[in-house]
């Protein structure tokens, strides 16, 4: 399926500003090959969605043409809103404004100049049309924006715990009850599809040296606003300053605000590093060069409940010759969370042969299932290198 439309949302250049927001932020820091968009991924969901409509209608469900381009629209469109770096930066530049509702606002805006040709794809995005399988198919814990990105980032990185069985998962896909499931025989392809979330996010997505990039990204950021606030000049391109100079809530990013972030992307977050480098603030100076570089920070795995943070901090700053309130741009800890599976909302349905529906976690019999359903956090202190 075809449609006109597709072409010229892809046309569209909020569409093809995603050709320059990564797609796995600095994680080509530690994967070279890390270098592909949100614009490819985009593409390659909406291909698995024109793979998964198909055949949930061969198996009797109705899904009217309209139904099918909504959802392709909605699949298309479903990280409009990300930010440059993705989300490394989504809080540091925009607090307080997830990439979800930015999605939601561009997309209306799209609708507008589509002549409400959007109206039902938005619906269906957020929860509110009254096929709800449909809204599982673009955002779920079986939805073609994992299968596609699993299957992505593990080429591009070379991670092999990554690969999945995309293409059967998807024709073992069913509607029951008016809810997305899988056929009991897809089983086994689930379970791979969890163990190599889990694996993928621990190795990839969470691995400690990418954190530790993003994390100083931030941090370069988060300096950059303090110094805005205060007037500090700072060099970068209109969109990047228009976003530093200035506080945003969801209630007033609307009109020029929605343009600007539009014209946002990682050029201009690097251009401004490039910059910053030169510049008489020496916290910033010294994490534009050290991204530039791959000067990292140390980093070490800690115990949650260390209590010394204000110690190594005194040291920091007495070796870097920074202020005490400074000094927590260079030396910090993180504590991450992650679980590869839900198991309290949004449940991987399984459907047997007698038409009985089980969670995952019920159905399998591998036992330690249930177990990537409990979260695991890990704690991490990154700190700037004394000498």
Request: proline share 3%; charged share 25%.
């Amino acid at each position: 399926m075809h449609h006109p439309i597709l072409l010229e949302i892809i046309d569209h250049p909020f569409f093809q500003r995603l050709r320059r927001i990564s797609q796995l932020g600095l994680t080509n820091y530690v994967y070279p090959g890390a270098n592909h968009t949100r614009f490819h991924h985009a593409l390659g969901a909406l291909r698995l969605m024109k793979m998964a409509i198909p055949t949930l209608r061969d198996k009797g469900n109705q899904i009217p043409e309209e139904e099918e381009i909504a959802s392709c629209i909605g699949i298309l469109l479903h990280d409009i809103g990300h930010g440059p770096y993705s989300h490394a930066l989504e809080n540091p530049i925009i607090k307080g404004v997830s990439h979800e509702e930015i999605s939601i606002l561009m997309m209306d805006e799209l609708n507008r100049q589509f002549d409400g040709k959007l109206t039902l794809a938005i619906e269906i995005f957020k929860d509110q049309y009254h096929k709800r399988f449909l809204h599982s198919l673009i955002s779920g814990q079986l939805d073609v924006d994992r299968l596609d990105y699993l299957t992505r980032d593990s080429f591009f990185t070379g991670v092999n715990e990554g690969v999945i069985s995309h293409d059967r998962i998807l024709k073992m896909l069913d509607v029951y009850d008016g809810k997305l499931v899988v056929e009991q025989k897809g089983i086994y392809s689930i379970e791979s599809f969890l163990i190599s979330r889990r694996l993928m996010y621990w190795q990839v997505y969470l691995h400690k040296t990418v954190l530790c990039a993003e994390m100083m990204l931030i941090k370069a950021m988060e300096r950059a606003k303090e110094l805005a606030k205060k007037g500090v000049e700072l060099p970068c391109t209109d969109a990047l300053r228009y976003f530093l100079y200035n506080d945003f809530s969801i209630m007033n990013f609307t009109g020029n605000t929605l343009e600007m972030f539009a014209q946002l992307d990682d050029n201009d977050v690097l251009s401004a590093l490039k910059y910053w480098k030169n510049h008489r603030d020496p916290i910033l100076a010294y994490l534009s060069n050290a991204l530039l570089n791959r000067n990292l920070f140390l980093i070490r795995q800690i115990e949650s409940n260390r209590n010394d943070l204000k110690l190594q901090e005194q040291k920091v700053s007495n070796s870097f010759g920074c202020k005490i309130e400074d000094a927590s741009f260079l030396v910090f800890d993180l504590t991450i969370r992650h679980a590869a599976y839900d198991i309290q909302h949004d449940k991987i349905l399984i459907i047997s042969k007698d038409n009985s529906v089980k969670d995952i976690v019920e159905a399998s019999d591998f036992t330690y299932l249930k177990d990537l359903g409990v979260p695991v956090s890990k704690t991490y202190r990154f700190e700037y290198q004394i000498n």
